[in-house]
């Protein structure tokens, strides 16, 4: 079993809006920090946003502050990522990370995260 699975991907005109979702398989998932990283074709990979392991503290990317909101669900191990007010430079492969050891102000590499899911692909239209 895949210990981060993502779902929710999808083709969205700009300025509309995306919901991706993270499943957390892992028994540990609350000591987990968990986030989203990022890929479009061409790029290297970027940091997108991140969530402590209580929820109660989130870091994001300048490039998504306001727009983009993430939150965890202990009780569906679930991770989200809301997208709002996309725009075609946010498309990308979408990645479900997480990690032991960092915070999510320090999880903004991409060897910050040990635990990868396979990604999601958000495709926005101009």
């Known amino acids: 079993q895949e210990p981060l699975v993502e779902s929710g991907g999808g083709l969205v005109q700009a300025g509309g809006s995306l919901r991706v979702s993270c499943q957390v398989s892992l028994h540990t998932f609350t000591n987990l920090v968990m986030g989203w990283f990022r890929q479009a074709p061409g790029k290297e990979r970027e940091f997108v946003a991140a969530i402590s392991r209580q929820g109660g503290i989130t870091h994001y990317a300048d490039s998504v502050k306001g727009r983009f909101t993430i939150s965890s669900d202990k009780a569906k191990n679930t991770v989200d990522l809301q997208m709002n007010r996309l725009k075609p430079e946010n498309a990308a492969v979408y990645y479900c990370?997480?990690?032991?050891?960092?915070?999510?102000?320090?999880?903004?590499?991409?060897?910050?995260?040990?635990?990868w899911g396979k990604g999601t692909l958000v495709t926005v239209s101009s």
């Open positions: 990370v997480g990690d032991y050891q960092n915070t999510p102000t320090t999880m903004t590499y991409p060897g910050g995260a040990t635990v």
